[in-house]
């Protein structure tokens, strides 16, 4: 079982469309956990953290369930901008930090 | 000023040879890394240092050295390049080990014909 699991995507959603994408990890000691976005031929970047009681940032709302060992990202109201690759992404604390990266999950926002 | 800064950014280069590529932030951070993201564009940690000591380096041929010189930079050599070496390979900074936010370098795409 791969440590970070995602949706295999891709999304192809219309303007306007709530858009969720899901995120299993093996390691149940993880202990911290973001999505990071990720444009075609560009770096990651941070786009939210995520915790336990869930949070908002506009548009984008993350959740964290720890017993399912599971994470959430939703999108509302998507726009074109947001078409681009999404990266759920876990901090590991054993043997020195790790931080682990799931495959990603493509999203296309069309008019 | 770019925060993370990586050279080159385009390096083609012929099996066996030897190739390095330059990392360095202007971030102050204590923490740098290198990942590796392969064409099904799976992102995976290579090396992690911390002030200049390796504290991560997971299953890496021999063949990729990182060096430190000190804690703003972090070089990546690679000897005797072969094909399956073709990615791009990220340089990353966080301010301390396990950070929130890792800062990425614009990456390097490594071709090895």
């Known amino acids: 079982r791969k440590e970070v699991e995602q949706d295999p995507g891709p999304f192809n959603v219309p303007e306007g469309a709530t858009v969720a994408f899901n995120c299993t990890y093996s390691?149940?000691?993880?202990?911290?956990f973001f999505w990071y976005r990720q444009d075609c031929r560009k770096e990651p970047k941070l786009l939210m953290s995520v915790y336990s009681s869930g949070n908002e940032d506009g548009r984008f709302t993350a959740q964290l369930n720890r017993a399912s060992q599971y994470i959430s990202l939703l999108i509302r109201d998507s726009k074109l901008s947001d078409s681009a690759t999404y990266l759920c992404?876990?901090?590991?604390?054993?043997?020195?930090?790790?931080?682990?990266f799931g495959a990603g999950t493509r999203l296309f926002v069309k008019a | 000023d770019t925060a993370v800064s990586q050279t080159p950014k385009y390096l083609v280069t012929q099996m066996g040879n030897d190739k390095s590529i330059k990392c360095e932030q202007n971030l102050g951070h204590d923490t740098m890394y290198w990942y590796k993201q392969d064409s099904k564009k799976f992102l995976k940690i290579m090396f992690s240092y911390n002030n200049k000591e390796l504290i991560i380096n997971e299953t890496v041929p021999n063949r990729f050295s990182p060096k430190s010189p000190d804690k703003a930079h972090l070089n990546l050599h690679i000897n005797s390049l072969e094909l399956g070496d073709s990615a791009v390979y990220f340089c990353a900074s966080s301010q301390t080990q396990g950070s929130e936010k890792l800062f990425f370098g614009s990456g390097t795409q490594l071709s090895v014909l």
């Open positions: 992404v876990v901090n590991q604390g054993t043997g020195g930090f790790k931080t682990i």
């Open positions: 390691n149940s000691a993880s202990q911290s």
